[in-house]
């Protein structure tokens, strides 16, 4: 599990910032590709290590007794010392549905007193009432609340985010909405990785008309393909929402536009949905409580990352049994995200996803670890840039306030991020934010 080697060029390379004496420092070392099976519990841990970069990416990472032969300094450098602490990669949530207005607290006190999700559904609640709400808001006032959404995430240690749009269900409400991203991204040190989810629900004016609006979401994808609003198209298939004809229509016409593809598959009830992202090449495939044998093994022999949102299972008061050993034990590769979201789960903290993954769903600290670091930089499509610590990765780093990575996932509740760098800066010091 542990290695003492640094990774070094023959030369020493110049650094503007350091990051040195950690008592523990995770380069995430593997690969390539996502890590599954054994690699998934292993962390190339480095202890009393440093890690320096230029310009936003690292350049060399090692043993602090070899450091000086490696580095030098710029004159203007970054020094952080962070000894004998727990240094990881940024933490990558590759599921969120950031940007939205309103909360649905009043929906939460009726589910704790018994009302079904679908109950609420009916009497006009849920999601649709979101899309109201976000319809209704302004991008400035969008722009001020998930700004603020994206202070709390790096306050917890994200520093890479997939935002979804899918509260507009319509084509000026959607854009509306991945327009906040792209400012968002533009405006905040948080680096967000935007997801067009036209086909989140069918909106109230298509209720008796669903093929209508399965053909407006396929509409809507090429303009905004040319305005380059979203990497991902991802498509909410389950019971009650697109079924699986309806979503390999829309996942069809976004490959061929060029989209990367993601899915909301298998959460409800078993459709099939994991089997088509898998046969569609989907990057992910997120949620899987409903997941067959076929899919696992159809996960396990590919590329696509499935993503387990241990948050919102706990949030419904819902607990999948060891659905995460499972598909670890299948070798299929597991990311962890948030699903950040109104209704169904309005936790941020990537940590607190770790800890239920571990206490709920049978992982073990360090396949948490890299479900939200290097596996989860893949379901985001950007692997092998940032969750791990290695040169040329972005010098994206969260210090804990702890000795040993274990505690992380043990300290349920307590937020232990000390300090969180992106692309070389500090962008996040808590005992500074806290005076
Ligand atoms: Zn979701």
């Not at 030098?72 to 004998?84: E, N, P, Q, Y």
């Not at 009302?115 to 006009?124: D, F, P, R, T, W």
């Not at 993503?307 to 034990?329: E, H, I, N, Q, Y």
């Not at 940032?386 to 505690?407: A, C, H, K, N």
């Amino acid at each position: 599990m542990r290695e003492y080697t640094g990774v070094f060029g023959a030369e020493p390379v110049l650094a503007d910032c350091l990051v040195t004496g950690a008592g523990q420092l995770l380069t995430m070392k593997g690969g390539p590709g996502p890590k599954r099976g054994h690699q998934a519990r292993e962390l190339g841990i480095l202890e009393d290590a440093f890690v320096a970069s230029r310009g936003g990416s690292v350049v060399a990472v090692g043993p602090v007794r070899e450091l000086w032969k490696h580095v030098k300094l710029t004159d203007d450098a970054t020094v952080i010392d962070a000894r004998g602490k727990v240094v990881s990669p940024g933490l990558v949530d590759p599921h969120t549905h950031l940007v939205f207005a309103g909360w649905r607290f009043d929906e939460y006190a009726e589910r704790c007193r018994g009302a079904s999700y679908l109950e609420i559904a009916e009497k006009g609640g849920g999601i649709l009432r979101t899309v109201k709400d976000t319809r209704a808001a302004s991008f400035e006032e969008l722009v001020v609340r998930t700004m603020g959404f994206l202070d709390e995430m790096l306050s917890f240690g994200t520093t890479t985010c997939e935002a979804k749009s899918g509260y507009g269900l319509e084509l000026s409400a959607e854009l509306k909405q991945l327009r906040v991203i792209r400012h968002c991204d533009m405006n905040h040190p948080v680096d967000l990785v935007p997801t067009f989810l036209g086909a989140h629900a069918v909106p109230v004016e298509y209720r008796h008309d669903r093929a209508s609006y399965v053909d407006r979401v396929i509409e809507m994808l090429a303009p905004i393909r040319e305005m380059r609003l979203a990497t991902f198209v991802d498509v909410f298939c389950d019971e009650g929402s697109f079924n699986i004809r309806e979503s390999e229509i829309i996942l069809t016409c976004a490959r061929d536009l060029g989209f990367g593809l993601k899915i909301h598959a298998d959460e409800l009830a078993y459709t099939g949905a994991t089997e088509l992202g898998c046969r569609l090449g989907a990057t992910s495939c997120d949620h899987l409580l409903k997941i067959s044998d076929e899919g696992i093994r159809k996960l396990s022999g590919s590329n696509t990352v499935a993503v387990l949102l241990p948050a919102t299972s706990c949030f419904l008061g819902k607990v999948p049994g060891l659905l995460g050993r499972k598909l670890l034990d299948s070798g299929v590769a597991v990311a962890l995200g948030t699903d950040f979201n109104p209704g169904t789960c309005t936790a941020m903290s990537l940590p607190l996803c770790m800890t239920l993954a571990c206490s709920l769903l049978g992982f073990s600290p360090e396949e948490a670890f890299s479900a939200v670091t290097w596996n989860a930089a893949y379901a985001a499509g950007l692997g092998g840039k940032v969750g791990g610590l290695l040169p040329g990765f972005q010098m994206d780093v969260v210090i804990f306030d702890s000795g040993d990575y274990r505690e992380i996932p043990y300290r349920f509740g307590t937020n232990l991020v000390d300090m969180v760098i992106k692309r070389g800066k500090v962008v996040y010091h808590r005992r500074k934010n806290a005076r």
